[in-house]
């Protein structure tokens, strides 16, 4: 079974500065996804990261996958308040790619 | 707008009852997912299908279960419902025939159950 640990669970910062959400899997996976989420609401695809050294950037936002050591990272540059949600990282088991499984989520606060 | 649609959006119900949750998938996917997201347990993968045919299976209660009709779309049933079953219930849906299959799973919005 795979399990996938995030850290920090929450996470306050401020406006301008630049933090990393850490996620670390348990069993071998080949890809890993990034999803953010709003209270209440959907979650809204980020990245796919689909091979080791992987390295995708949205804005102020920068994923990184790295299957050796099973760590994926998402980098925040310069938080702004609109980055203020929950962030989720997911990974399927190598060959089966159907279920994902999730991290607890990292609630991210970007204060002012 | 994922193109995933859950009806309905909000369901309050008591204790012993039963509901059902629609999802229509997006257009051209074949694959259907069911997840649980509570306070408590976070977000759980409950079932898979795939092309109408169950392809994995979660942390699925077995008062809890599911189909994929031959139109693709896709309910959940749950019944006997308890208090602790209140949760948001997600549909996502991934693997069309066109274009790349990442593995990238799209999700509805999702149908918040209350159970008093």
């Known amino acids: 079974e795979l399990k996938v640990e995030q850290n920090p669970l929450f996470l306050s910062m401020q406006e301008g500065k630049n933090y990393t959400i850490y996620c670390n899997y348990s069993?071998?996976?080949?890809?890993l996804y990034w999803y953010r989420q709003d209270p209440g609401k959907s979650l809204e695809s980020l990245f796919v990261?689909?091979?080791?050294?992987a390295v995708k950037q949205e804005g102020r936002l920068m994923a990184s996958l790295d299957t050796k050591a099973r760590l994926s990272t998402l980098h925040i540059t310069a938080a702004v308040h609109d980055l203020s949600a929950t962030y989720f990282c997911?990974?399927?088991?190598?060959?089966?790619?159907?279920?994902?499984?999730f991290g607890t989520g990292t609630r991210l606060q970007v204060t002012l | 707008d994922s193109g995933v649609t859950q009806t309905p959006k909000h369901l309050i119900t008591a204790t012993g009852q039963r509901v059902t949750l629609r999802c229509s998938p997006r257009?051209?996917?074949?694959?259907v997912y069911w997840y649980q997201q509570s306070l408590d347990q976070g977000l759980q993968f409950l079932i898979q299908?795939?092309?109408?045919?169950?392809?994995a299976k979660g942390n699925i209660l077995e008062r809890f279960s599911a189909q994929q009709f031959p139109d693709l779309h896709s309910e959940l049933n749950l019944s006997s419902l308890e208090l602790g079953d209140s949760a948001l219930y997600f549909c996502?849906?991934?693997?069309?025939?066109?274009?790349?299959?990442?593995?990238?799973?799209?999700f509805g919005e999702g149908s918040r159950l209350t159970v008093l």
């Open positions: 996502a849906s991934s693997y069309g025939l066109a274009g790349p299959n990442t593995g990238e799973l799209f």
């Open positions: 069993t071998t996976s080949d890809r």
């Open positions: 990261l689909l091979s080791n050294g």
């Open positions: 997911a990974g399927p088991l190598t060959g089966t790619a159907s279920k994902l499984t």
């Open positions: 257009s051209g996917d074949l694959s």
């Open positions: 299908y795939y092309n109408g045919e169950e392809r």
